[in-house]
């Protein structure tokens, strides 16, 4: 009986130790897929993601689209219907993906035909009574929200909503494990923000709250609960900013009007913004390679390419990728001279 309790820990033991291995080299092979996808290079890409995919049985769904873009690309066909499958059975609106120009051939070919004609027998892999559980909590999130004047008549009211929001949301977990994509699903219409984002996004700012909120989050980042860039993300809106991903710079204007006379630069109404791409320069970059390190991220400047990748390939731009805070600028002086840095070789990137 000792021996067989003893074999019994030892594979624990094993299985414990072997899933943050796994799951680092599942994060590996991803960032090198997306990479690959940068530089043009599609079969390596494919190649990546199959190997990624064998760490992960059921990868997050943003690693799903995009494997299923590239190999859509490759016209490996069988392969991008067993890849939409599994994001159909989580959520994904097969409306959704029908509009979806990158999907085109797919559609047309005949793996498309039988995808379209088979997917409605297909049954959710979510636990749905988990997922209406995080529904309810994000209705109570938006039931003042999307009242006229929200902001100024009924601030009070939303606060309280977001504090209890995010008490009952810590509860769940507790009771039910942590909602992950398996357990409760996607969006319809969304690969990247889990279902309970706004609940994050929107927690009423304690310090208790705030210190426990962040370890549990970081937690089941590292638990593999929670896809790492969406994760750290999560962080960021958590602690009030971050540079763990790539700066956005935003130029806004504000009618004097509006300005705060305690405070004559506080930013309150935007009228126009221009954004691009603000770059890290020595240290800074060493600091946060640091940080996105200990969550299994790309380095900064891997992001960085992947972000200016998406800014000029918006049909084959990457999920997720590239997603970061903004730096507000009140002056156009301001603005203009920040934009010089907005570099990649001698062409300044911008968006609108």
């Given amino acids: ?131 209406n559980k995080i529904r309810e909590l994000i209705a109570l999130d938006q039931s003042l929200r999307r009242k006229a004047n929200a902001y100024t008549h009924h601030m009070d009211s939303i606060r309280a909503i977001d504090k209890r929001n995010i008490l009952s949301f810590v509860q769940m977990i507790r009771e039910r494990g942590f909602p992950t994509e398996s357990a409760v699903g996607i969006e319809a219409t969304n690969v990247i923000n889990p279902l309970y984002f706004a609940v994050i996004a929107h927690q009423s700012s304690g310090y208790t709250q705030y210190d426990s909120l962040y370890a549990l989050i970081r937690h089941h980042i590292l638990e593999g609960n929670i896809e790492n860039k969406m994760g750290a993300y999560m962080l960021e809106r958590i602690n009030g900013g971050s540079v763990l991903n790539v700066i956005k710079l935003q130029y806004v204007t504000v009618r004097d009007s509006t300005r705060s006379a305690a405070n004559p630069h506080n930013v309150v109404v935007k009228e126009s913004s221009d954004w691009g791409i603000f770059p890290l320069t020595g240290e800074l970059v060493a600091k946060e390679d640091l940080k996105r390190q200990e969550l299994m991220l790309d380095n900064y400047k891997e992001n960085l390419l992947k972000a200016l990748f998406n800014l000029s390939n918006r049909e084959y731009a990457l999920a997720g990728s590239g997603e970061g805070a903004y730096i507000n600028y009140t002056s156009l002086e301001g603005y203009k001279k920040e934009s010089e840095k907005l570099l990649t070789g001698s062409r300044i990137i911008e968006g609108r």
């Fill in 1 to 131: 009986m000792r021996s067989r309790l003893t074999i019994l820990f030892i594979l624990l033991s094993l299985g414990c130790f072997a899933q943050p291995e796994t799951l680092s080299k599942y994060y590996r092979f991803i960032h090198s897929a997306e990479l690959a996808i940068v530089y043009g290079k599609p079969d390596s890409s494919a190649f990546y993601y199959t190997e990624a995919f064998r760490n992960r049985p059921l990868p997050f769904a943003r690693d799903l689209r995009n494997a299923s873009i590239v190999n859509t690309r490759l016209n490996k066909f069988d392969i991008v219907y067993a890849q939409l499958e599994k994001l159909v059975r989580l959520g994904l609106s097969v409306d959704q993906l029908k509009t979806d120009t990158v999907y085109s051939r797919f559609f047309r070919s005949a793996y498309g035909r039988n995808f379209l004609k088979h997917c409605s027998q297909w049954k959710p892999i979510y636990q749905k009574a988990y997922r």
